[in-house]
């Protein structure tokens, strides 16, 4: 296993010779990369000469300054073209204490991103002046606040990262170029389902050179956090990674493992505004299916917990990926037959259903090709799809006002009409295709 310390120097040569021969006395095996941004101290030649004396030494000389996220871009790209398995980043000002980084080592067994955190148990700070206590407070909660961060100090940059989470990414699409780059790093390994945890650290107040926070980093922190927030408001999520079958995976595990709503809960209890659009969309399909439903062959594909399966025939049958769903949806529609499968490949003969219900599903597929194509395999000939998705509208910008509603979801997709229409009339005859529930969903009919 190959570990590479990561280290951004500006200006810091009053610390950065001494902590490389620290961490380099430590014997940890590991090696470190300085990623100086042209300081005009003596920073750049110090790090030179360290290069030259220990083989376990790198240096990256960025000839335009253009901030900390930038620099570790470029130093986590470096890394791993080096082969990195774990990659520590760290301050070059004995904030970080050398002596945990086998402490986080070690934790990254367990996890693909581990924070050393001050705002544990166990952790805290020393030698730092109020108004930085302050100013760390205030960033943390802000960011905390509007990204529905849990991780308590979510700006520490002390942290190992585990390759396959590095190598997941497109380094180049983090937006955040100053300090909120530690901050976007957690939001991208959150939204893609890695595991994050904290260990707690004693972070010290730099006792040499300055501290390269100033109004301009923080009015740049700010502004990069605000940017964050929206996109995440506008779920613009699968922009995070680089490899679209890796997102297709996570996506379905965390439908599978993760995922622990309950619609029929929701509609039946006034759980807040979602109550409003569930029960709407409820009584809009309920209204479908008794003017198109054909047949006593129901298939509620995504039934979840069973909001619009106990409304169907009794002979009906429900499938959903996950297992949560299906307990709760036994109880809901004790009448229908209810599976646990993958609509992507269904455990059902060709031609057996003569409705398929299709509600609030597709939105969650990356590619909803092979669903579709799917629901058409087993639907009997002239048998009908009655479903509904999201409609691209300016409300859904508001669903941060439900506490309830899922947060985490890797993907979801708000359809344009064309989209919709251009999505399912490769399988199917579209009979009726509308919006409804005050613009936020489109309703359809086909036919196969
Ligand atoms: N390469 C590079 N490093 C930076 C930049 N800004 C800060 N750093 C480094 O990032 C680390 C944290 O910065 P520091 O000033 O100690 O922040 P503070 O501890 O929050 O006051 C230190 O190692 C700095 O030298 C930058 O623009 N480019
Ligand atoms: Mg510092």
Redesign the pocket.
Do not use: C, F, H, Q
């Given at each position: 296993m190959k570990s590479i310390i990561v280290?951004?120097?500006?200006?810091?040569e009053g610390d950065i010779g001494r902590l490389v021969k620290e961490i380099l006395k430590l014997n940890l095996g590991v090696s470190v990369l300085v990623?100086?941004?042209n300081s005009t101290d003596r920073t750049g030649e110090i790090v030179d000469s360290l290069m030259q004396q220990y083989s376990e030494v790198k240096v990256i000389h960025?000839k335009e300054?253009?901030?900390?996220g930038?620099?570790y871009i470029e130093g986590l790209k470096y890394v791993l073209n080096l082969g990195a398995d774990r990659i520590i980043t760290?301050?070059?000002?004995f904030?970080h204490d050398p002596k945990d980084i086998s402490r986080l080592l070690k934790e990254s067994e367990k996890y693909d991103v581990v924070v050393g955190s001050r705002y544990v148990q166990g952790g805290g700070t020393v030698h730092w002046e109020l108004w930085?206590k302050l100013l760390?407070w205030g960033g943390i909660n802000i960011a905390k606040l509007l990204l529905g961060l849990k991780i308590k100090d979510c700006t520490s940059?002390f942290r190992c990262y585990k390759r396959k989470f590095l190598e997941s990414l497109r380094l180049d699409k983090i937006a955040s170029q100053?300090?909120a780059f530690q901050v976007e790093m957690l939001v991208r390994a959150r939204n893609q389902g890695f595991s994050i945890s904290e260990t707690p650290i004693i972070f010290k107040?730099?006792e040499k050179?300055?501290?390269?926070?100033n109004f301009r980093?923080i009015l740049k922190f700010t502004k990069s956090i605000l940017k964050l927030a929206f996109h995440s408001l506008r779920g613009d999520k699968q922009n995070d990674v680089y490899y679209i079958d890796e997102l297709q995976k996570r996506n379905k595990n965390y439908y599978r493992y993760i995922e622990n709503y309950d619609w029929v809960e929701v509609t039946e209890k006034m759980k807040g505004l979602e109550t409003f659009f569930h029960r709407a969309r409820l009584g809009e399909i309920r209204k479908l299916i008794k003017q198109f439903g054909r047949g006593q062959n129901y298939l509620d594909v995504g039934c979840g917990t069973g909001l619009i399966l106990r409304h169907l025939p009794h002979k009906s049958t429900g499938m959903d990926i996950n297992p949560r769903h299906i307990k709760k949806a036994k109880k809901y529609a004790s009448k229908a037959r209810i599976i646990e499968g993958d609509a992507e490949n269904m455990p059902f003969p060709d031609s057996c259903f003569s409705t398929v219900i299709c509600t609030e599903f597709l939105e969650h597929q990356l590619d909803s090709r092979k669903s579709l194509s799917e629901i058409k395999r087993v639907l009997k000939p002239n048998g009908i799809l009655i479903g509904s998705v999201p409609k691209h509208s300016l409300i859904w910008n508001f669903r941060f006002l439900s506490r309830t509603c899922p947060r985490e979801e890797p993907f979801h997709k708000e359809y344009e009409f064309k989209e919709l229409k251009k999505s399912l009339s490769p399988y199917f005859k579209i009979i009726k295709l509308s919006s409804a529930c005050w613009g936020m969903s489109f309703m359809f009919i086909c036919k196969k």
């Open positions: 280290i951004p120097t500006l200006n810091e990623i100086d941004d960025k300054r253009k901030g900390l930038a620099a760290m301050d070059a000002d904030s930085r760390s940059g100053g300090y107040g730099r050179g300055e501290s390269k926070v980093e």
